[in-house]
């Protein structure tokens, strides 16, 4: 499981638990609540009652069937009470009394009782006793809202107590209350425990959107891509993430010097050897001409490992960049005329003709010097390998989200064997006529600069011959980047 998913999970568990049981503790309690706020005015009604007849009881002269009548009498009104939800139709509270020794001298319910020994109820013995008289007896076991609530109140005479009146109230209306207060508990319940997922989510997402930034930095690293440093805050994540990156630019470093000096060793290795074997001849006596001629070759090779320097140079600058080049909008147009007169001397020197194929008013967002260098090379390379009298065309077209440059020639294309390797450092193919090879540093290069901008490089062969270089990048600098 995702630790995404095990955060959401935890805090939704969290969040149901914390709802449930208060939930469950309301419910509980809110029965005690009603069942105590219809106690507290019994107790009021109970001895109000018993003030208006403990007189008539103390006297002996009480008179249950006149009280039964009084009380049916009562108990038939018809109410149209309406207390808030709940509509009162019926009085449904009942009385009975008892002596001194609880026995029943008058009962609303039942007048057969009338001689019964109620002394043993809690609410007759504790208020005989002189103490709070009060019981709940259940009408079914099975339903806790069938209850019937007893509360007592003392009848005095000369301040002894002769006996006790007892109020009854069905607490079936009680469940009406908690039925009507039950609907609003539960949405409410509902409605935060549907907040609760919702906040679950968003904390889970904001949570684990650090680690997921990261994993894909660590995979656009792996697969070779330059991504700039996610943003992952000022939490532990941050500092973890700073941690790998000091630990990944120390392995790369260390890997990249020793693949540095490795490639420059071999690759100066030939040209040392031929500057040290034209010195030990030049020791020797040798014609004129033989001897500029080797003069020529130290030349030669020493300006060879002078362009290799300098390029592993701007290539390593160029590799070891972490973050994205300085953007702003180039005019290709300008910059594809710029690159072209550059070259000039060498087209002159060949006798190779550029051609120019560019719509107008075409621009990209890019870093105009490094695109510079990426097209000269591309430009170069097309002028080496082209016959004297060939044509080279610099082209560009455009899309909704990228630009491409195109570079082509009329050469001999690229080699079957070359197509998987034409990019990799120091490879290069011999050129027509001279046979001579480049530093091998320049396509490298170019795909340097595309991976910069977030774009592609592809060299591929004409229908025709020759080959087409094609450097494609967004228009907006965005690209793919992540």
Request: with cysteine; charged share 20%.
């Amino acid at each position: 499981m995702k630790l995404g998913l095990r955060i959401f999970v935890a805090y939704l568990l969290i969040f149901a638990v914390c709802v449930f049981l208060p939930v469950r503790g309301i419910l509980q309690a809110l029965m005690t609540r009603y069942l105590e706020s219809v106690e507290e005015p019994l107790v009021d009604t109970a001895n109000l009652l018993a003030g208006l007849l403990e007189q008539q009881m103390a006297a002996d002269d009480l008179h249950p069937a006149d009280l039964q009548e009084r009380f049916a009498h009562g108990q038939a009104r018809v109410l149209a009470a309406q207390i808030y939800n709940l509509r009162k139709t019926a009085v449904d509270l009942q009385v009975y009394i008892t002596n001194a020794h609880g026995t029943v001298v008058f009962d609303t319910r039942q007048p057969s009782a009338v001689g019964k020994d109620y002394s043993h109820w809690r609410d007759v013995r504790l208020t005989l006793g002189g103490l709070y008289g009060a019981r709940t007896t259940l009408r079914n076991r099975d339903d806790p809202f069938s209850s019937l609530l007893y509360v007592a109140a003392p009848l005095y005479d000369q301040g002894h107590i002769i006996g006790s009146l007892t109020v009854v109230k069905d607490t079936a209306n009680v469940k009406n209350f908690l039925s009507l207060a039950r609907p609003g508990i539960v949405r409410a319940s509902v409605f935060y425990l549907m907040a609760a997922t919702l906040l679950s989510l968003g904390v889970s997402y904001w949570l684990t959107r650090p680690i997921g930034r990261l994993a894909q930095y660590a995979d656009a690293i792996r697969e070779g891509r330059r991504p700039a440093f996610p943003a992952l805050g000022r939490t532990e994540i941050a500092d973890l993430g700073l941690a790998l990156r000091r630990m990944q630019d120390a392995l790369e470093g260390r890997r990249y010097a020793e693949e540095y000096v490795q490639t420059l060793t071999h690759e100066i290795k030939s040209p040392l050897s031929a500057i040290r074997g034209a010195a030990e001849l030049l020791q020797e006596d040798m014609p004129h001409a033989q001897q500029a001629r080797f003069v020529g070759n130290i030349r030669s090779e020493t300006d060879r490992i002078g362009r290799i320097i300098e390029q592993m140079l701007e290539l390593a600058t160029l590799e070891n960049r972490r973050d994205r080049p300085e953007m702003a909008p180039v005019d290709v147009s300008a910059l594809i005329h710029t690159v072209v007169e550059s070259q000039e001397p060498q087209c002159a020197a060949k006798g190779v003709r550029v051609e120019t194929r560019i719509p107008d008013k075409l621009t990209l967002t890019a870093n105009e010097f490094l695109l510079h260098q990426a097209l000269a090379n591309l430009l170069q390379n097309a002028i080496d390998f082209s016959p004297a009298g060939g044509t080279v065309v610099v082209g560009a077209a455009s899309d909704a989200k990228y630009v491409t440059l195109t570079v082509t020639d009329e050469g001999p294309g690229i080699p079957d064997y070359a197509r998987e390797k034409i990019f990799e450092r120091f490879y290069s193919l011999a050129r027509p006529g001279t046979g001579r090879k480049s530093t091998g540093l320049g396509l490298n290069f170019v795909r340097e600069v595309a991976q910069l901008h977030d774009g592609t490089i592809r060299l591929s062969n004409r229908a025709h011959g020759g080959a087409c270089a094609e450097l494609a990048l967004p228009r907006d600098g965005a690209g793919g980047r992540s």
